[in-house]
């Protein structure tokens, strides 16, 4: 079984803040550290990690070889990512004592992802295979289509978000997953209109998060930890979840060993690179009571 992802591949500059830049505030960084991010990126690190057998669909430009080989040091299948005439994205990422963080994402080959290329890529899934989708790339809405035709899941996690693209992707989506923010954003969107998705799961950050299923409502557990990044944290959570899920798990522990990946990664600063082992991540469940 296999996970598609079409997604955003970023080159990630983290700066040390001493507090998230106020408008018209010049702040001096403490420090600066880039690596491999974009929230699909980050997702497919998060599945492989997981113990997925993924395939990242995307695009980077002639200066994206280092994400690639990054890739695939991390055991995503790279075949369907092509090189294109734009730079490779890249995002800046504010974080402040606390862990919080701003982002700004320059989307650049991001958006730029051929529909050759990704009917390619699709056409060598298998029925009961999943494809995992975010709002940072080209082409969503098209994946989709292709997806559900070719008896794909589709999982969608609707960030950053945008109401269009969220509300034109809802009836191709099997799993829908988004913080309490976009939730929000979404139900003022839909004006409360009952959502399509059979299942949606929605974050809460220190707070754990809910599942909404044909069957009813189950809530999710944080995991109490020191938060020194919170970046990437929602990636974690949901390439671990598509990953669980892919591999049968029931929602109840799927969800369980996502608030975990997710809960571990805020321990460590970066994002693709500070995602954890899913042996670190059932070593810090087992320590749980
Ligand atoms: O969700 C975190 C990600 O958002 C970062 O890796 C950054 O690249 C942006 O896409």
Known sequence: MTLFNLGSINLDHFYEVPHLPAPGETLIAESHQTGLGGKGANQSAAAARAGARVVHIGAVGSDGAWAVNRLNELGINTAHISTVKAPTA?????VDPAGENAIVVFSGANMKQSLTQLKAALLTAKRGDMLLLQNETNLALEAATLARSLGLKVVYSAAPFNAGATKALLPLTDLLILNAVEMQQLTEATNSEALTPAT?????????????????????????????????????????????????QPLESALRLAAAASALKVTKKGTAD???????VEVFLAAQT
């Open 90 to 94: 890249h995002a800046i990422i504010n």
């Open 200 to 248: 949606i799961v929605v974050t809460e950050g220190s707070k754990g998060g809910y599942a909404i299923t044909p069957e009813g409502e189950q809530r999710f557990p944080a995991f109490p930890v020191k938060a020194v990044d919170t970046t990437g944290a929602g990636d974690t959570f949901t390439g671990y979840l598509a990953a669980a899920l892919h591999e049968g």
């Open 274 to 280: 500070a995602i954890p082992s899913r042996a670190d």
